[in-house]
């Protein structure tokens, strides 16, 4: 007697050969019915035998397509309609759609054995992809996932296409992009002084520019990059120059991974993130040094192809390891569209390698390390968004607008937190540009009118992403503040609502309740009822705001201020410059000074003492530089850090320090020693809370949190406590993260409107 059952599959189940998959497993099965993709994920309709009807739900929990992510699956007796077959339906649109969007996939074994076989009519071609691999999202127009809403619907297939696509044992059945040589769209070089004809010329003499030191603007899956031989100095230099880039480390892409083994240090761990599906820039130690690629920097990016065109550039001839970076003038977007591509990178790039498939959105590389306390993300992107990375529960569509540093923002949809691939700081143009298409595509393919969202965003009242929120006119925009965003996206990782925890929220800058401008936060709390500062770094003065970050002698100032007994500052070892002095004045004056109790400035204090007194280059490029010096030292006995009247002290720190210096002592022993310090202090901080306020548990986030050095050293002494360390892992701990923050802190109703409205006044 026939059965039968209604089954909906939630997760990221479109784009990844999920109907397919579940075609053929009801045909395994001798089960009739139909499934298709709807708003909230697979729905599908089976009828049979009870025991084929088990063992289909089975295989559906053990045996998805490898890209499937299930996040559930709900089973319903449903009534036996007589159908005689199982068919693929048409998707259906009833509603506004809640499914999870695939991220891009790597080329598979499969496609990439393909590609270089002579006999197959998809050889050498740059476009190949199966149900299994490919681009996702950075081709979808809209949902549901078919091939209609892609950038491929231009595009008709041919009847050798046409053919697998409609045949449920070919691994390309329904794969939406799919194409040939003879249907679809191909590459061309594009160059002032030459051309070149056909898709297999064109790669060939991009390969053979690059061997020669050019520089080449390649069109990828999220945008074009820009690369050239990262083992020739001149190319490197020339890059540098041209992109406006002085010293912030390249990235590079390497042709497989015994030569990534030849250039860094991979751990297991390491070796798991740069093979995974998501095909991030891992940060491993280098071994050797590629001259002008990561100056001054003790690790190096590294990713392996995970286009065909990467492999078949390499196999044309590509130099070996080749830099690989965003296609933009520094703080710019990536350019990812052809005619803006042309316009922006044509003082930059020597020739262009131009895809024919459009790029729906713009969508950076991922940056990733495998860190003390598991793997970080530091740039999410690529590979990863716009996955959903928590489930929140609410009801009502939410939209965080994150913070104006390392933007990305957050999509709550039926409890899902969607979080939009990184967009970059907001101080350019460009960049706001990019924040508001993003905003509004992610709205759009999930169809949430305006005025149905609640919009949250930080407290700072000069932020853009602030006024952005104003601009949008909806009923119901609140603030979240900066830090307490920071802990609330670790928790909601972990989904602990109610769970009390000491969170500590470290970074460079953030508005903070009294107007001061945070940064060494300390909090007590659950998400629920709300986070409170208990503690905090002892507070000094920025001498000019803002611009004391570009300038770690004028950071410094407004913490050197208040150590009494300082040597001259302005003599040898120190040789402070004059932008000192004037910060002094400002400080003495307390002229355009502001309050903070930022531990990313005292970080920058200490590598003025250090020695890094010029500008800096690129954002936390001072702290980057004293925990590289720190790391040259094997061990050194901590400065002291105390913690009095629920305030972490830098005088003894900072003092010791400068005596240090000035005895002669080996610079690297004393920013081991600082490191150590902070580290001590912290543990002695955290031990000290959780003990009065009877915790166990203790949150790590913020910018502070990407030093890798401090981190080995917290986990040392948090273990000690003991306290079990909850840290950011599906987004960064840096201000990428803030946005998830924001929305979780609104879902629970835990807004810090007064702040903003007293600050506006």
């Given at each position: 007697?026939?059965?039968?059952?209604?089954?909906?599959?939630?997760?990221?189940?479109?784009?990844?050969?999920?109907?397919?998959?579940?075609?053929?497993?009801?045909?395994?099965?001798?089960?009739?019915?139909?499934?298709?993709?709807?708003?909230?994920?697979?729905?599908?309709?089976?009828?049979?035998?009870?025991?084929?009807?088990?063992?289909?739900?089975?295989?559906?929990?053990?045996?998805?397509?490898?890209?499937?992510?299930?996040?559930?699956?709900?089973?319903?007796?449903?009534?036996?309609?007589?159908?005689?077959?199982?068919?693929?339906?048409?998707?259906?649109?009833?509603?506004?759609?809640?499914?999870?969007?695939?991220?891009?996939?790597?080329?598979?074994?499969?496609?990439?054995?393909?590609?270089?076989?002579?006999?197959?009519?998809?050889?050498?071609?740059?476009?190949?992809?199966?149900?299994?691999?490919?681009?996702?999202?950075?081709?979808?127009?809209?949902?549901?996932?078919?091939?209609?809403?892609?950038?491929?619907?231009?595009?008709?297939?041919?009847?050798?296409?046409?053919?697998?696509?409609?045949?449920?044992?070919?691994?390309?059945?329904?794969?939406?992009?799919?194409?040939?040589?003879?249907?679809?769209?191909?590459?061309?070089?594009?160059?002032?002084?030459?051309?070149?004809?056909?898709?297999?010329?064109?790669?060939?003499?991009?390969?053979?520019?690059?061997?020669?030191?050019?520089?080449?603007?390649?069109?990828?899956?999220?945008?074009?990059?820009?690369?050239?031989?990262?083992?020739?100095?001149?190319?490197?230099?020339?890059?540098?120059?041209?992109?406006?880039?002085?010293?912030?480390?390249?990235?590079?892409?390497?042709?497989?991974?015994?030569?990534?083994?030849?250039?860094?240090?991979?751990?297991?761990?390491?070796?798991?993130?740069?093979?995974?599906?998501?095909?991030?820039?891992?940060?491993?130690?280098?071994?050797?040094?590629?001259?002008?690629?990561?100056?001054?920097?003790?690790?190096?990016?590294?990713?392996?192809?995970?286009?065909?065109?990467?492999?078949?550039?390499?196999?044309?001839?590509?130099?070996?390891?080749?830099?690989?970076?965003?296609?933009?003038?520094?703080?710019?977007?990536?350019?990812?569209?052809?005619?803006?591509?042309?316009?922006?990178?044509?003082?930059?790039?020597?020739?262009?390698?131009?895809?024919?498939?459009?790029?729906?959105?713009?969508?950076?590389?991922?940056?990733?390390?495998?860190?003390?306390?598991?793997?970080?993300?530091?740039?999410?992107?690529?590979?990863?968004?716009?996955?959903?990375?928590?489930?929140?529960?609410?009801?009502?569509?939410?939209?965080?607008?994150?913070?104006?540093?390392?933007?990305?923002?957050?999509?709550?949809?039926?409890?899902?937190?969607?979080?939009?691939?990184?967009?970059?700081?907001?101080?350019?143009?460009?960049?706001?540009?990019?924040?508001?298409?993003?905003?509004?595509?992610?709205?759009?393919?999930?169809?949430?009118?305006?005025?149905?969202?609640?919009?949250?965003?930080?407290?700072?009242?000069?932020?853009?992403?602030?006024?952005?929120?104003?601009?949008?006119?909806?009923?119901?925009?609140?603030?979240?503040?900066?830090?307490?965003?920071?802990?609330?996206?670790?928790?909601?990782?972990?989904?602990?609502?109610?769970?009390?925890?000491?969170?500590?929220?470290?970074?460079?800058?953030?508005?903070?309740?009294?107007?001061?401008?945070?940064?060494?936060?300390?909090?007590?709390?659950?998400?629920?009822?709300?986070?409170?500062?208990?503690?905090?770094?002892?507070?000094?003065?920025?001498?000019?705001?803002?611009?004391?970050?570009?300038?770690?002698?004028?950071?410094?100032?407004?913490?050197?201020?208040?150590?009494?007994?300082?040597?001259?500052?302005?003599?040898?070892?120190?040789?402070?410059?004059?932008?000192?002095?004037?910060?002094?004045?400002?400080?003495?004056?307390?002229?355009?000074?502001?309050?903070?109790?930022?531990?990313?400035?005292?970080?920058?204090?200490?590598?003025?003492?250090?020695?890094?007194?010029?500008?800096?280059?690129?954002?936390?490029?001072?702290?980057?530089?004293?925990?590289?010096?720190?790391?040259?030292?094997?061990?050194?006995?901590?400065?002291?850090?105390?913690?009095?009247?629920?305030?972490?002290?830098?005088?003894?720190?900072?003092?010791?320090?400068?005596?240090?210096?000035?005895?002669?002592?080996?610079?690297?022993?004393?920013?081991?020693?600082?490191?150590?310090?902070?580290?001590?202090?912290?543990?002695?901080?955290?031990?000290?809370?959780?003990?009065?306020?009877?915790?166990?548990?203790?949150?790590?986030?913020?910018?502070?949190?990407?030093?890798?050095?401090?981190?080995?050293?917290?986990?040392?002494?948090?273990?000690?406590?003991?306290?079990?360390?909850?840290?950011?892992?599906a987004v960064p701990p840096n201000d990428g993260g803030i946005s998830l923050g924001q929305a979780t802190l609104a879902g629970f109703g835990r807004f810090d409107d007064l702040t903003i409205s007293g600050?506006?006044?």
């Open positions: 007697m026939a059965v039968a059952c209604s089954i909906r599959v939630r997760g990221v189940v479109q784009g990844v050969g999920f109907r397919p998959f579940v075609y053929r497993l009801a045909r395994a099965h001798t089960l009739n019915g139909w499934v298709l993709n709807g708003e909230a994920g697979v729905e599908i309709h089976l009828e049979g035998a009870k025991t084929g009807l088990e063992a289909f739900v089975q295989g559906l929990k053990t045996e998805p397509p490898p890209a499937a992510s299930i996040v559930e699956i709900q089973v319903e007796p449903a009534e036996p309609i007589g159908l005689r077959e199982f068919t693929i339906r048409t998707s259906e649109h009833r509603a506004h759609p809640t499914v999870r969007i695939s991220p891009d996939l790597p080329v598979c074994g499969e496609c990439l054995k393909e590609l270089f076989d002579p006999a197959d009519p998809r050889y050498l071609y740059p476009y190949i992809n199966c149900t299994n691999c490919g681009p996702r999202y950075t081709v979808l127009l809209g949902l549901p996932y078919d091939r209609p809403n892609t950038t491929m619907n231009q595009w008709l297939l041919d009847d050798y296409c046409a053919q697998e696509y409609s045949d449920p044992d070919n691994r390309r059945f329904h794969a939406q992009p799919v194409a040939c040589p003879a249907c679809g769209p191909g590459y061309y070089l594009h160059s002032h002084h030459e051309g070149a004809a056909g898709t297999a010329e064109s790669i060939r003499r991009a390969a053979e520019i690059l061997q020669g030191g050019g520089v080449l603007a390649v069109k990828g899956l999220g945008g074009y990059h820009l690369a050239c031989d990262a083992r020739n100095p001149a190319a490197v230099t020339a890059l540098r120059e041209r992109k406006y880039r002085k010293e912030k480390p390249f990235a590079v892409m390497v042709r497989d991974i015994e030569t990534a083994r030849s250039l860094v240090e991979l751990k297991p761990e390491a070796d798991q993130l740069l093979n995974s599906t998501a095909r991030p820039i891992v940060l491993s130690l280098a071994t050797v040094e590629l001259h002008g690629v990561a100056p001054g920097n003790h690790e190096l990016g590294v990713m392996l192809p995970y286009t065909p065109l990467h492999h078949l550039l390499f196999a044309a001839g590509a130099p070996e390891v080749l830099v690989m970076t965003s296609a933009n003038r520094s703080s710019e977007p990536l350019a990812y569209e052809d005619e803006d591509a042309l316009q922006r990178l044509s003082g930059i790039a020597d020739s262009f390698l131009i895809g024919q498939r459009p790029i729906a959105r713009r969508v950076d590389d991922s940056v990733v390390r495998e860190g003390a306390f598991g793997p970080m993300i530091l740039r999410r992107a690529r590979g990863y968004a716009p996955g959903a990375v928590a489930s929140l529960p609410v009801d009502g569509p939410i939209l965080a607008l994150g913070a104006d540093l390392k933007n990305a923002i957050t999509l709550v949809v039926d409890g899902q937190a969607f979080v939009s691939q990184h967009i970059g700081d907001l101080d350019h143009y460009q960049s706001r540009r990019a924040f508001q298409e993003t905003i509004e595509d992610m709205i759009s393919m999930y169809e949430i009118p305006l005025d149905q969202l609640l919009v949250v965003h930080d407290c700072h009242p000069q932020y853009v992403s602030t006024a952005h929120a104003a601009a949008l006119g909806v009923p119901l925009t609140h603030a979240v503040q900066h830090h307490r965003a920071h802990i609330a996206s670790v928790v909601a990782e972990r989904g602990e609502w109610t769970k009390r925890v000491v969170g500590l929220s470290f970074d460079g800058t953030g508005y903070g309740d009294d107007g001061f401008i945070w940064g060494g936060e300390i909090f007590a709390g659950s998400v629920q009822e709300g986070f409170q500062r208990v503690a905090h770094l002892r507070p000094a003065v920025l001498a000019g705001g803002d611009a004391a970050s570009h300038y770690p002698v004028q950071a410094a100032a407004g913490f050197l201020s208040q150590v009494d007994s300082l040597p001259d500052l302005f003599a040898a070892p120190f040789n402070f410059p004059e932008r000192y002095r004037v910060a002094l004045e400002l400080v003495d004056k307390n002229v355009r000074t502001f309050a903070t109790t930022s531990v990313g400035r005292l970080f920058d204090a200490a590598a003025a003492l250090l020695g890094f007194t010029r500008e800096v280059t690129f954002e936390g490029q001072a702290a980057i530089w004293l925990e590289q010096l720190a790391c040259r030292a094997a061990f050194a006995e901590p400065y002291l850090f105390p913690f009095v009247k629920s305030e972490l002290d830098f005088r003894p720190l900072l003092l010791a320090m400068a005596q240090d210096r000035i005895r002669g002592r080996d610079a690297s022993e004393i920013a081991r020693a600082f490191q150590l310090g902070i580290a001590r202090g912290v543990c002695e901080a955290v031990s000290e809370i959780c003990r009065d306020e009877g915790l166990d548990t203790v949150v790590l986030s913020g910018g502070v949190f990407q030093n890798e050095l401090l981190l080995m050293d917290l986990k040392s002494g948090l273990e000690r406590i003991p306290a079990q360390v909850w840290t950011n892992h600050a506006g006044e």
